[in-house]
């Protein structure tokens, strides 16, 4: 499901890095290929954040509770 996922990222608007020949994916940790991306180098997850956020704003079905706390 990962492909699909990163297109949906992708559709959102995050600007994962590229190469000519498409994705730029990285090979880290324990991986056996390369298969992460990135954006900005050590960003990714705020690229990520920021684009759902963006995309939560717009969507008038949900409702943003800032500064709010869930106990259950």
Request: charged fraction near 20%; aromatic fraction near 4%.
């Amino acid at each position: 499901q990962g492909p699909a996922a990163i297109a949906f990222l992708d559709a959102l608007g995050v600007p994962f890095a590229r190469e000519t020949a498409g994705w730029s994916v990285h090979r880290e940790a324990a991986h056996s290929r390369a298969r992460v991306l990135h954006v900005g180098g050590d960003a990714s997850g705020a690229a990520i954040m920021d684009a759902v956020r963006r995309r939560i704003a717009t969507t008038p079905q949900v409702e943003v509770l800032s500064s709010t706390r869930a106990v259950r």
